[in-house]
Structure formats: C-alpha cells, structure tokens
C-alpha cells in the first residue's frame, strides 16, 4: 500500500469517526457547555464582558475567561446554535492534527 492510500485511509477513519456524530447530532451536550453557551450569549448580546471564566473541579478555582471569547466565534457564525460549537472544536482539532502530522513529514 503506498503512502498516499495509507494517509486517505487514516483521513477517511478520522473523518467517519468525528463527523458522523456531529452529522446525526449524536453528542453529548452537558450542564458544562449550555452553562459556557448561555454565558457567550451574555458576554456577546448583553455586553456584559466577564474576567472569570467557567469553574474546575477543584474548589475556587477557575478558568480564564479565554473559553467565552473563543465560543463566541461559532456563536456569531451561527447566531447562537449550541451544535456550532461541536463543528467550531472538530475544524480547530481537525486543522491541527493535519498541521502537526504534515509539518515534520514535509520539513524532517
């Protein structure tokens, strides 16, 4: 088997994996990210800029606020679905991946 078939296959089995949850919306939608959603949406439509992010499990201490402004990217895109940010996660994972496994094949 060459190289390229090799790479499509693993291309394809990622792509079979991740995307067809998003596509029969077959995900896991928590108390965590309604919570980081509806906080976006008050950030974002109620210009209420917040400098605490989401809570950890360990008792008083908490994310940055980072997560609200990165969610609010797939909230604008898609003014305000919830799915959006399954699809906003899988392009950023999706783009990674590809940019941390071409990189070295193509410089090393």
Same mark, same amino acid.
């Given at each position: 088997?060459?190289?390229? $078939?090799?790479? #499509?296959?693993?291309?394809? /089995?990622? !792509? !079979?994996? +991740? #995307? ?13 990210? %309604? +919570? ?7 950030? *974002? !439509? ?6 605490? %992010?989401?809570?950890? @499990?360990?008792? @008083?201490?908490?994310? =940055? ?6 969610? =609010?990217?797939? *909230? /604008?895109?898609? +003014? @305000? ?8 996660? *899988? ?9 941390? *496994?071409?990189?070295? $094949?193509?410089?090393?």
């Amino acid at each position: 088997m060459s190289k390229n $078939k090799f790479l #499509f296959l693993i291309l394809f /089995f990622y !792509l !079979l994996i +991740r #995307f067809y949850n998003l596509l029969s919306h077959d995900v896991v939608y928590t108390y965590d990210q %309604g +919570r980081d959603f509806l906080k976006t949406t008050e950030v *974002f !439509l109620y210009k209420n800029p917040t400098f605490i %992010g989401p809570t950890t @499990g360990i008792m @008083g201490l908490y994310h =940055g606020a980072w997560w609200y402004y990165i969610l =609010g990217v797939p *909230f /604008f895109l898609t +003014r @305000g679905n919830p799915i959006a940010f399954y699809y906003f996660i *899988f392009l950023i994972t999706f783009f990674y991946q590809s940019f941390i *496994f071409l990189f070295p $094949k193509k410089n090393f």
